[in-house]
């Protein structure tokens, strides 16, 4: 796969073989905390540490600036959503530049979730990256590499 | 004849202020981290490198210090691009 920046500053990805489209594919639905707590925690973290007023400002923080959360990451999803709408095999995928954002944001989304979702630990982010995937917590790593792969073209094109 | 002066002073003490606190997360991209510093604060690579850097050595680092107000808008912020930030009293 190859990710290329364009005049524009559009990109452009390249070279997708059937599981890497799999896994573009998989950003969406990686995105979603579900019923996860650990997951939707770390999607909307409490804005002070613990303590009685942190339990407080918690729940005001919930209740103003959760909803907005919510509706910045949902925008962010639908972009890459529609990026990723014709996406096949040995075709081609378009990033345009004003979508970039989006894509951090939402990769971003997936990642963490992941992370939560499998129980990622720093140790496992540090491990050599394995291309044998035998079970959903590799899988989930795989996916949280690949990822931050796309993100650091992303950023380094800017 | 003693003539007594009488001085008043007038102390105000002003509000602590309130930092904004990022704090490491093992999955997020310092490249990504980086770039959001810059993007929230208007900070210079340099300084927004060293303040992740901070974060990823040493588990977190205070952003900003200011008015209540404007530190909650910058958590909000670093919320929308999914750190972790915290508001702590100084």
Not at chain 1, 69 to 86: R, Y
Not at chain 1, 123 to 129: F, K, L, Q, S, Y
Not at chain 2, 60 to 74: D, V
């Amino acid at each position: 796969m190859e990710i290329a920046r364009l005049e524009d500053g559009a990109f452009s990805v390249t070279g997708l073989e059937e599981p890497l489209v799999d896994f573009l594919k998989a950003i969406i639905p990686s995105c979603d905390p579900g019923e996860h707590p650990g997951a939707h925690d770390r999607l909307y973290p409490s804005p002070q540490p613990h303590g009685a007023t942190a339990e407080a400002a918690g729940e005001d923080w919930r209740e103003y600036v959760q909803p907005e959360l919510e509706h910045l990451f949902a925008s962010a999803a639908a972009i890459v959503k529609g990026d990723l709408k014709d996406l096949r095999v040995g075709g081609v995928l378009t990033i345009p530049a004003q979508h970039v954002d989006a894509w951090l944001n939402t990769l971003n989304q997936a990642r963490l979730v992941l992370a939560a979702r499998f129980d990622i630990t720093e140790e496992a982010m540090e491990r050599p990256i394995s291309t044998i995937l035998s079970n959903e917590h590799e899988i989930a790593l795989f996916q949280i590499h690949f990822y931050g792969f796309i993100q650091e073209c992303l950023i380094r094109g800017e | 004849m003693t003539e007594t002066l009488t001085k008043t002073e007038t102390r105000t003490e002003l509000d602590l202020p309130w930092n904004v606190v990022v704090h490491n997360d093992p999955i997020n991209l310092m490249s990504y981290v980086t770039l959001i510093f810059k993007k929230v604060f208007g900070y210079s690579t340099q300084k927004a490198t060293e303040h992740m850097m901070e974060v990823h050595q040493k588990g977190r680092s205070i952003l900003w210090s200011g008015a209540r107000e404007r530190a909650e808008l910058y958590v909000q912020q670093l919320h929308a691009h999914l750190l972790l930030a915290t508001l702590e009293r100084e």
